[in-house]
Structures are given as structure tokens and as C-alpha cells.
């Protein structure tokens, strides 16, 4: 059983989720899926005060918001699954805030080295018009920080709502890349 942990940055239940039930459902049953709604927590953006650079044990981050019990689940996990729609190119702010608050988690322990992290991706646009940056960032991230990118989903041009939801191609992809993405998991 893996502990998979989804970090769900749209502000809303759309494009993203959906394709990420599919991800989740290829990925076969019997994970224990932590499914965290970003927009719902209470996440502040990092404030570059190093004090988790000057700290040795844990996060060592200085801000007490729920990012605090969200370093233990980014430890935990033995997937962290990114699902972020594109905005301006990027990631959502929600994403992005905690994408730099793991820095503090990179730094003293390096706790999350080794770690493995996949993505999956939603955008209006052309697929490496769109999602490409984000891919590079994630894909960058997880180099600096010896993560194990494990690889993305990315539906682009996505078809919103019902046309993305009857969508038996896409639906088959997404599943497709769960599967793969769970055997990527076990393989280590
Ligand atoms: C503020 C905003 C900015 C966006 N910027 C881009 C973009 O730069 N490139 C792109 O391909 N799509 C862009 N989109 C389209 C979304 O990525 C796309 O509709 C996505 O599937 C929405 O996912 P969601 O329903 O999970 O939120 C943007 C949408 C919004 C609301």
C-alpha cells in the first residue's frame, strides 16, 4: 500500500480534479490518498527570512500555518502527487506558495531527499505552450533537491466540464499514466 499524497492547487473542483480522479483510479486500489485542497488552507507565501537555513533539525520554517502539518504529510509520502491547472504559464499561487515553502525542507536535513514526486496538469493552451515551464520548474526542483520526479500528466488544450468528463481518450490517458505511475512507485 502506498501512501500518496495529492496536493490539489486549482481554486476550483474542475478541469484538474478530474483528471486526477482518473490518475488516482489508474493507480489501482488499496493507496491511502491524502487529498489536500490547497485553496483551502491556510498557506502564507515564504518570507525569506532563512531561519530554516539556520535551523539543523526538522523544516525549521518560522511561519506557524498549515503548512506546518503539511511538511509531516510531504515527508511521509512515498508519492507526492502535483495537480495544477496553468496560470500565466505557471502553476497556480496556491502551488507555488508551497513549492517555496519546501524550501524549507531542503535545507539542514534535507528531508526530502529521495522523495518521489510526479505531476499532473491542466491548461488551456497547446501542451508545450502552456505546461512546459512548469514542467522544467518542477523538473529542476526536484534535481536540486534530489527528488525522484517520476514524471507528468498534461492535458492540454483540456476541454472544460462535461466534454472533458465524456472524454473517453482522456480519460484512458490519465488512467494509463497512473498505472504506469504506480509501477514507477514500487520499482523505487
Ligand atoms: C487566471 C487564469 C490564467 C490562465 N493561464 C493559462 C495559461 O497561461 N496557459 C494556458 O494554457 N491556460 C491558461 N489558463 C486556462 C486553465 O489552465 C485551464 O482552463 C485549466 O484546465 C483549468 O483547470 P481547473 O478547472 O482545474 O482550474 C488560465 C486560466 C485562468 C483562470
Not at 33 to 62: M, N, S, W, Y
Not at 105 to 113: F, I, V, W
Not at 160 to 182: H, I, P, R, T
Request: aromatic residues 6%; glycine residues 10%; proline residues 3%.
Amino acid at each position: 500500500m502506498n501512501n500518496i499524497l495529492v496536493l490539489e492547487g486549482s481554486p476550483r473542483k474542475g478541469n484538474t480534479s478530474v483528471v486526477t480522479d482518473w490518475v488516482l483510479a489508474g493507480m489501482g486500489k488499496g493507496n491511502k490518498v491524502t487529498r489536500v485542497k490547497l485553496c483551502e488552507q491556510h498557506i502564507q507565501p515564504c518570507q525569506e527570512c532563512f531561519t530554516c537555513t539556520d535551523t539543523k533539525k526538522g523544516a525549521g520554517c518560522a511561519q506557524d500555518d498549515d503548512m506546518v502539518e503539511l511538511y509531516d504529510k510531504l515527508i511521509d509520502a512515498d508519492l507526492v502527487l502535483w495537480a495544477s491547472p496553468i496560470f500565466c504559464w505557471n502553476v497556480t499561487a496556491q502551488t507555488k506558495a508551497v513549492l517555496d515553502r519546501c524550501f524549507a525542507l531542503l535545507t539542514g536535513e534535507d528531508l526530502l531527499k529521495g522523495s518521489k514526486w510526479a505531476l499532473v496538469i491542466t491548461a488551456g493552451g497547446d501542451a508545450f505552450d502552456g505546461a512546459d515551464l512548469a514542467v522544467e520548474m518542477f523538473r529542476r526542483l526536484a534535481d536540486y533537491g534530489d527528488i525522484k520526479y517520476l514524471g507528468q500528466h498534461v492535458v492540454a488544450p483540456c476541454p472544460d466540464g462535461a466534454k472533458l468528463k465524456n472524454s473517453a481518450v482522456l480519460q484512458k490517458q490519465a488512467k494509463l499514466f497512473g498505472k504506469e505511475l504506480a509501477a514507477a512507485v514500487k520499482k523505487g
